[in-house]
């Protein structure tokens, strides 16, 4: 773990052994999860059979209560979703049906829905029902009463199955609209038998100081009832988080989200977050039985990874930026007092700080760095260090993603790199191969002096950066073969300066790995074919260097 400077270190432990007495007689906050069904209607997110299978197994394994699986009715998917997930590994974690009160006109025992719910076969369903009076007559189409019959009805019929948790839809809106018959939904499903009450505040909308009142409210009439409460939050005003702890406040004692707050529209309350501060921010609570965080981002990675979605550098407690440092400023001060500009130990949730280099940074920065250099304490070597990258940057390059370009930048000034190939020149050739079976190609030819020696190839590839790294490996393999277990494994492309359309700088990242270690280099140029080169050169350097 980088060094946090020893007062930093003790408030950090210090701060952990308080959270582990508080446990012992903290309120404990049930934990459900809705990544794999409520998640999966966020724009862009879907998710394979196999996917929620293993996204079950994961949030099981941190401790999560209850697993809402989806809607057996929705899609065969679904339907198998809850046959599978029977034969995992899920230790206390109890999987949850999702469905909606019975039809209007229709018998509860008659409903396809009621059905299905029940043939999912598990031990918690959970049925979501009407709040507010204007949804029950205009989008349900139903008198008040009947809407209060459909809630009771299927609670009623579905406890005699499982343990019901209901979740009163729009029921902020509702109280708002109309007070009294807010209050009297969720009653009907408490008094038919549900052993949960979840306030979800649909639209996203509510503030803190509403639901924290309104919760409270709607707990006291329900005080004759027995019957647990819980919340559930969209983000629509960036505040789900927020106001779910508000909710926990006034007395929910479960919180739902998903993993990363994805869902519809503007998404829900991230669970990582909400856990995270009921954890190590809140006083008087317990999650997951008192398990351990460290894993937290690590399961946040892993959803993201597995819904093919973009990780969120930004994101509070688990993001890449989470506990990054930049500002030569910061930098220096959390050299010597992490807690200075960092909130917590990012370890207790598995992140790690980062201190990154750019033209903002200072000495400290690069000193942070270059501590694996062993460099001497000699400020001219961190100035040119520095000053090189400044000139970098000024050109395009960016070392925050890139640390394999930055490694050999450092070993250029200090004088330790080792130039194990130079480039004469190189030519790419690309087009049409077959325009009736509309084949294309790419064939890259190399001359390229390695140890004195010099040696031309070609290759071909399924485009030219394949092609340059096959010709390159033709050339190298001989005299390194080390270079064998290297493979890359990511390329990206971004325009730096996108005014000058398409005569702009190119900045090409690579990233490369060989089974032990993976590193990024980057490459600049308004020709992408030279920014690629420069890039996959200084990955082949990185190993070889290393």
Known sequence: MPNRGLQGF???????QEQAITTMSARSIHTYDTTLRDGTQGEGVSLSLQDKLNIAVRLAEMGIDMIEGGYPLSNEKDTMFFQKVRSLPLGQSQVCAFGM???RGVAVQDDPGMKALVAAQTPVITVVGKSWDFHATDVLGVSLQENLDMIGESVGFLTKHAQVVYDAEHFFDGYKANREYALKAIRSAATSGAKWIVFCDTNGGALPEEVAAIVTDARASLADCKVRLGIHCHNDGDLATANSLSAIDAGCEQVQGTINGIGERCGNADLVTVLANLQFKKKGYSVLGGRSLEHLTELSRYVYETA??????GQPFVGRSAFAHKGGMHVHAVNKFAHTYEHMDPALVGNERRILVSELSGRSNIAALTADHQLPNDRAVLDKILADVVAKENQGYQYEAAEGSFDLLVKRCI??????????????????LDTLRNQTFAEAILKIVVQGETRVEAAEGHGP???????????????FPILETMH?????????????????????????????DTWRT?????????????????????????
């Open 488 to 516: 890359l494994i990511d390329f990206k492309v971004r325009v730096v300066n996108g005014e000058a359309g398409t005569a702009a700088r190119i900045r090409v990242n690579i990233e490369c790995a060989d089974g032990k």
């Open 308 to 313: 093919n979605l973009q990780l969120r550098s």
């Open 101 to 103: 009160t019975r039809r």
């Open 522 to 546: 980057i490459g600049v140029s308004e020709n992408i074919i030279e920014a690629s080169w420069h890039a996959l050169v200084d990955a082949v350097e990185y190993k070889l260097n290393k």
């Open 10 to 16: 003790f408030r950090y432990k210090i701060v952990s």
């Open 415 to 432: 004088g330790s790199y080792v130039e194990h190939f130079q480039t004469i020149k190189y030519q790419i050739l690309s087009g049409d």
């Open 465 to 479: 950066v394949n092609a340059m790294d096959a010709a390159l490996r033709k050339v190298l393999l001989p005299f």
